[in-house]
C-alpha cells in the first residue's frame, strides 16, 4: 500500500503540464492572429482607380414619362341619348369629316317638328293682328273725323284709340312671338345635327371607349361622356415630369435623347418645345391645406418634348426615358462622378461630424433628444462640408480639396484641384464616403479573371 501512494502526485503533475502546455499554445495562437490580422490591415484599403482625363461633358437631365400624340382631340356628344351608330373602329385610319358617331335623333326631330309648328301657329297669329290693327286703324280715322264734327261722344272717341294702341301692341307682341320661336325652333334643328358627330380633323381612332346601344351624357351637363379620341399620331411628343431641383436648368428648343422601352437599343431624337409654368397638381381650391400636409411629396413640372424621328410608329401610352442635354463644356478635366465625395476640415466625414456633436452635447446635456436633435442639424449643415476626390500617391492615398462643374451619367468636371492623367480612387463607394483618410495606406483590386484563378 505504502509503495502506491505517490501514484496520484504523478498524474497531478502531469495535468498541470498540459494546462501549462494549452495556455501557451493559446497564447501563441492569439498572438499569430493579432500579427497577421495587422499584417493584413498593413496592406491597405482595396480600391479601384481611375485617371482624371479630359473630355467634352454634357450635363443631362433624366426623366421618364409616356408618349402621347401632340394634337389630340377628345369626342364627347353635345346631346345626350342612345348610340345607334359607331361607324368606326379603334386604330383607323380618318379623314376630317368622316362620320364617327350617331345618336338616336327621335326626340330632337319631335322637339323640332313641335318648334315648327309653333312657329306656323305664331306666322298666323301674326297675320290675325295684322288685319286687327288694320281695322282699328280704320275705326280710329273714322271716330276721330266724327269727334271733330262733335258728332260722338268724347268716351267713344277714347275707346277707338284705345283698341287701336291695343291692336298695335299685339302686333308686336306676335312678332316677338316669332322671333321667339324662330330660336327654339333653330336650336331644336341645331340639337338634331349634334346627333351626328363628324371628325374634327384628320388623324386615327386612337381610343374608342363607347359601344352602340350605351347612353351617353351630354357635355353641356355636367363633364359629358367621352366616347372616343381622334389623335395626330404621325407627330408625337413625350410628356416628362422633371423634379423641380432639375426644371431650372431645362430650356425651351434643348436636345434630347429619348429611348423608348418599346425599341431597345435605338435612340430618338427631340427637342423642349413646352415647359408648364406651374408644378403638377398645384393650385385649386383647398390645395394649401393639402400642400401643408404633403409638404414632403416631390414637385415636378410637366416639360413636353417633339419627336423628330417619324420612320417609325409610335403608339399613345408608350413608356420612354429622356436625357436632356441642358449644358456643354468641351475640353475639361474629369473624373467619375462616384469618385467626388464630401469632407469637413481635417479630413472628417458628415458622420464623424455628428458623431463629435453628439458627443459634445451628451457631456453637456445628457439629454438624448438634444444629441438626435444636433446630429439631425450637423447633417443637414453640408455647407460646412468641401468636395473631395483621393488621388493615388504610391501606395497611399492624398486628400485634395476640389471645385466641380457639371456632370454627365459618368463624368463630372473639375476646374482645379486635380490635373489630368492622376490617379483617382473611384471605388469602393463604401471606401470612399467613409473608410479613407488622408495618408491611408491601399492597393489596387485584384481583377476578377485572377481571382478566380485563384
Known sequence: MNASAPAPVAVKKSKTKYIVIGALLLVVGLGAAAYFKNKKTDIGQVVTIEKAVVKTITQLVTATGKIQPE????????????????????????????????????????????QEAALASAKATAVLGKAQLMKAVQDFAQSEELHKKNLISESDYTATKTLLEVAQANVENYQAQIRRTEASLSQSRDQLNKTTIYAPMDGSIS???????????????????????????????????????????????????ISIDAFPGRKFAGSVYEISSSAQGAGGSGAGSNQMLNSDEVTNFLVKIRIADRDVKLRPGMSATVDIETQTVENVISVPVQSVTVRAAGGKTSEDLQKDKAKETREKSGNDLDVANEREEARRNKVKLDRVVFVKKGDIVELRKVDTGIADNTSIEIKSGVKSGEEIVSGSYAAISRKLKDGARVQLEKPKIEEDKK
Not at 369626342?75 to 369629316?97: F, L, M, R, Y
Not at 346601344?213 to 416628362?240: C, H, K, P, Y
Open 71 to 114: 394634337t389630340e382631340v377628345k369626342i364627347s356628344p353635345e346631346v345626350a341619348g342612345e348610340i345607334i351608330a359607331i361607324p368606326v373602329i379603334e386604330g383607323q385610319t380618318i379623314k376630317k369629316g368622316a362620320l364617327l358617331v350617331k345618336i338616336k335623333p327621335d326626340t330632337y326631330q319631335a322637339q323640332l317638328e313641335q
Open 207 to 257: 381610343s374608342l371607349t363607347s359601344e352602340v346601344g350605351e347612353r351617353v351624357v351630354a357635355q353641356s351637363s355636367f363633364t359629358g361622356t367621352e366616347i372616343m379620341r381622334v389623335a395626330d399620331l404621325t407627330n408625337m411628343e413625350v410628356r416628362v415630369k422633371v423634379n423641380e431641383n432639375d426644371i431650372v436648368n431645362v430650356k425651351i428648343d434643348d436636345k434630347t435623347v
